[in-house]
Nanobody, 120 residues
Framework: QVQLVESGGGLVQAGGSLRLSCAAS????????MGWYRQVPRNERELVAT???????AYAHSVKGRFTISRDNDKKAGYLQMTNLKPEDTGVYFC??????????????WGQGTQVTVSS
């Protein structure tokens, strides 16, 4: 099974920046669609940003202009660059991706999340 692993979370002051990474824990053939989601305790998980296999990005209105999603197809990894962070950005950030485990076997997986805390 393909396992995704997020990294890069932490504690920052309002106005600061963080860069999150998402990568597969094992060798895979390719990643297609990829997205970042976040969740606050006792709230529903919300979409933050997505990026297609071709590199087309889309963002939630609340993060547009501050966050940038990207991918590295050689490294088979995805990233979320977060700038001008606000306390409202606090939450656990999850990576989701689907792609090909091998040429003929598809996968879709979630990471276990990385905590982002923004203090005022």
């Amino acid at each position: 099974q393909v396992q995704l692993v997020e990294s890069g979370g932490g504690l920052v002051q309002a106005g600061g920046s963080l860069r999150l990474s998402c990568a597969a824990s094992e060798s895979i053939f390719s990643i297609g669609f990829m997205g970042w989601y976040r969740q606050v305790p006792r709230n529903e998980r919300e979409l933050v940003a997505t990026i297609s296999s071709a590199g087309a990005a889309a963002y939630a209105h609340s993060v547009k202009g501050r966050f940038t999603i990207s991918r590295d197809n050689d490294k088979k990894a995805g990233y979320l660059q977060m700038t001008n962070l606000k306390p409202e950005d606090t939450g656990v950030y999850f990576c989701y991706a689907h792609g090909l485990r091998t040429l003929e076997v598809r996968f879709n997986s979630w990471g276990q999340g990385t905590q982002v805390t923004v203090s005022s």
